[in-house]
């Protein structure tokens, strides 16, 4: 399997994605770190249909996605487009309320989506506490999703080593 890290908009978030990578790439075969366009230009905000640019022609045979936040928005747009079909993917932080103020339509994202997909979520994530993303989950009827609380009341998920645990036990399922 070959893993995909889609990061966080803010450019804080490569640092974080690198450690992740560090952390998790004995799991996989191959691991790459996605890095943003609108990082080099210093606007403020991920241009989705830039980076679905950038990840065309990404080989997705074994391909798992790892993102956090922003990232969770592109892998659902890669994926309902057609862009990318990957085996499993892991949803760190999904950022339900950064997505609607950007009018990025996750909701609809979501409808039908059934990519065997790990969801860690914050118990109080300022990006959507935990609760309120399982209950958008259940009430869309979102298929073969695991969801993991993770205790904190941020959006940084820093406690690694935790994170890989769930990530380990669900990428040998």
Partial sequence: MHLLILPGNSPNNK????????????????????????????????????????????????????????????????????????????????????????NIAIDKLLEGYETPTLYIQATQDPAAPFAELAMLLKSIGVANATLKEFAANDHEYADIPAIRSLVEDFVKQ
């Fill in 15 to 102: 640092s974080w994605a690198d450690a992740i990578n560090k952390n998790l790439r004995d799991l996989f075969s191959s691991t790459r770190v996605a890095t943003y366009k609108h990082w080099d230009t210093g606007k403020p905000t991920i241009t989705i249909p830039d980076e679905l640019d950038r990840l065309s022609g990404i080989d997705d045979a074994g391909l798992v996605i790892f993102a956090k936040s922003a990232g969770v928005a592109l892998a659902l747009k890669a994926i309902n487009t057609g862009l990318l079909s990957p085996e499993k993917c892991i949803f760190v932080g999904t950022p339900l309320n950064w997505a609607r103020k950007e």
